[in-house]
């Protein structure tokens, strides 16, 4: 709402509820890394008991266990199909996701649990080691085909929009979106998560080191409610605001030296970069102290002659600080701030 680049699934990154920190369960289903190389056999015969599949009423995808106490990663997208989301174990019993325990819309990760214990577990490796040429194997469910085995290369390190990932050479298809990706020792170096339509082989998997942090410091939300949050998204009924930019004069710069335009635009452009992340991040009242700030430095820093910014800023700080409301303080910073932008931005 806030931000140049907005991503509408921010608000999931950021649950309900305190950190809940727990020591990882050791139990009899816990597989420990190998030693030394696996063959692609040996990777998939202690690997797939952890394996699952994940179903919604409008998606499939593959997951995997984490923690035997029921803790399953998988990508963020394959769990936004509905109300309810349906695991499967590898011994074909069935359980409801409880909790959406982190997600990262960022990196297209979830975290989920079950009502579970005693689950086999696969160990996580290290992605930063992985080079090209390195041999990965991929299991997952494409096309509702389960426990689906394919090997190949580590084909690139690659950075798509700002996202660090691996390509990988292994085939990957619909239904194995949130699957693992291994490493000759049988460990997760990647989730698979993405398949470059057109292309042959160019498949994709999120390195695991983004998942690592989400396992350390999860934010348990319950599935209901994490639902109810999507569907209002979804939908556009989140809570919203009726832009309300100020009309100033094209004349608002007379009598301002010929450098001032640029400063202008430089400081309330920094303000705005600054203040978005604040208020997506849930902190209006740091977002409108952030605009508050700004408006303040700017008008000590224009020269006497300068009087139309001047006297735009003031008022629109006479006025917001009369607002009860953080975020409606913010949003009337904002809206001042993007009228004189456009006027300083004219030839």
């Not at 394996?51 to 803790?71: N, Y």
């Not at 939908?235 to 202008?264: E, I, M, N």
Request: with cysteine; net charge neutral; proline share 8%.
């Amino acid at each position: 709402m806030f931000t140049r680049r907005l991503l509408p699934l921010a608000l999931l990154a950021s649950a309900c509820g305190g950190s809940r920190q727990a020591p990882a369960t050791h139990a009899a289903g816990h597989v420990s890394a190998a030693a030394h190389p696996l063959t692609v056999a040996d990777i998939a015969a202690r690997a797939l008991p952890a394996v699952v599949t994940i179903r919604t009423a409008e998606t499939l995808g593959t997951g995997f266990v984490v923690r035997s106490d029921g803790w399953i990663a998988t990508n963020l997208h394959v769990i936004v199909g509905g109300p309810r989301v349906r695991v499967t174990l590898g011994d074909e019993r069935e359980f409801d996701v409880v909790e959406v325990l982190a997600a990262s819309p960022e990196h297209d990760l979830a975290l989920l649990r079950v009502e579970a214990r005693g689950l086999h577990t696969v160990p996580l490796g290290d992605s930063d080691t992985m080079r090209p040429g390195d041999p990965v194997v991929a299991i997952g469910n494409p096309l509702g085909l389960e426990d689906t085995v394919s090997n190949g290369l580590v084909s690139a390190r690659r950075r798509i929009d700002g996202l660090e990932v691996l390509q990988v050479s292994a085939p990957i298809a619909p239904g194995s979106s949130g699957g693992p990706l291994f490493n000759e020792r049988g460990e997760v170096i990647g989730v698979a998560t993405a398949v470059l339509q057109g292309g042959q082989n160019l498949n994709f998997g999120v390195p695991v080191r983004y998942l690592a942090p989400m396992i350390r410091q999860p934010a348990p939300m319950p599935l209901a409610e994490f639902a109810l949050l999507l569907s209002q998204l979804r939908r556009g009924s989140a809570p919203s605001h009726t832009r309300s930019v100020p009309r100033y004069p094209s004349s608002l710069f007379d009598g301002c030296p010929a450098q001032t335009k640029k400063l202008v635009v430089r400081l309330l452009g920094d303000a705005v970069d600054a203040g978005a992340p604040l208020f997506n991040d849930g902190k209006p009242d740091a977002c409108y102290h952030m605009y508050d700030g700004a408006a303040s430095d700017l008008v000590r820093k224009l020269p006497p002659t300068c009087k139309g910014p001047a006297k735009a800023l003031a008022e629109a700080q006479r006025r917001a600080a009369a607002l009860g409301d953080p975020a409606a303080q913010a949003w009337l910073m904002r809206d001042s701030f993007d009228a004189i932008l456009d006027i300083a931005r004219r030839p």
